[in-house]
């Protein structure tokens, strides 16, 4: 038996070096470097000199300009706004998501591919127009707006509002994190779990969710860029009220417009950084979930 897998693997490898070393897979020397130099003329142009350009022109005036613009009491309260609504709606999206994707990959039930349709529907639908849904729905004239007047409640230009619309278009990335992932592991390590006594919670603890933590990580880590970087729905409902209802895209807006482009790049130049810290992070989690798929292969 092992002189056939040996046999076999032999024959995998030939194959393996045959088809590299084919005609079809060679390309001429200057085709690797014309692709790789435009692939970096693209980089340069169009990421690495915009992201350098933030930090240039918010240092342009000296630091004390710098630390002056990101501590002014609107850009503070912008800040804490933008914290606030990315602390609500990742943990809000973290348990949908983790929730779809289990209810998706592990059972079959009606209404299934309804499901996976409307988690991407952010997707496909506008910020903006998901930001005019929710002025059509809590609005003053929208269908709820005069039961919130009558209430005293204020959903759309206040704090519920930009919580909602940051849901809305963040929901989605947790879930196609997960989805795909544990729908490649299949159900026979839950079925395991389940035929020796384990209930539906302890699966999920100690079978399901250690096998797809790091998917989940990447997820919420997108999420979090995206809740805190998110520009068109919050920009509908929240009515740009200084101090109050401006996260950091909309505070940046406000300053550029007012021709404080020292000020704007600065703030920016926070976005800038959490962009770097997720890439960062996004790096660190794909390098450890691979080292965990050698380990489990070698296992």
Known sequence: MAGVVTALHAGALQQHRHYEDSPATRDASWVKWSILAVSLLFFTCFLLFPLITVFVEGLKKGWDAYTAAVTEPDTLSA????????????????????????AIAKFDFRGKQLLITLIDLPFSVSPVVAGLIYILLFG???????????????????????????????????????IPLMQAQGKDEEEAAVVLGASGWQTFWHVTLPNVKWGLIYGV????????????????????????????????????????????????????????VTLVLKQFIEWRAAVAAREAAAE
């Open 140 to 178: 003053s004239q929208g269908w709820f707006g005069p039961w919130l007047q009558a209430h005293d409640i204020k959903i759309v230009f206040a704090v519920p509002g930009i919580v909602l619309a940051t849901i809305f278009v963040t929901f989605p990335f947790v879930a196609r994190e997960l």
């Open 79 to 102: 800040i804490k706004l933008t914290l606030i609504a990315a602390a609500i709606a990742v943990p809000l999206n973290l348990v949908f998501g983790v929730s779809a994707a289990w």
């Open 221 to 276: 880590v997108l999420c979090n860029a995206r809740a805190m970087g998110e520009f068109g729905a919050v920009s509908v409902v929240s009515g740009h009220i200084r101090g109050l209802t401006n996260t950091l895209p909309l505070q940046i807006e406000i300053l550029y417009n007012e021709y404080q482009f020292a000020a704007a790049f600065s703030v920016a130049s926070l976005l800038a950084l959490l962009a770097l």
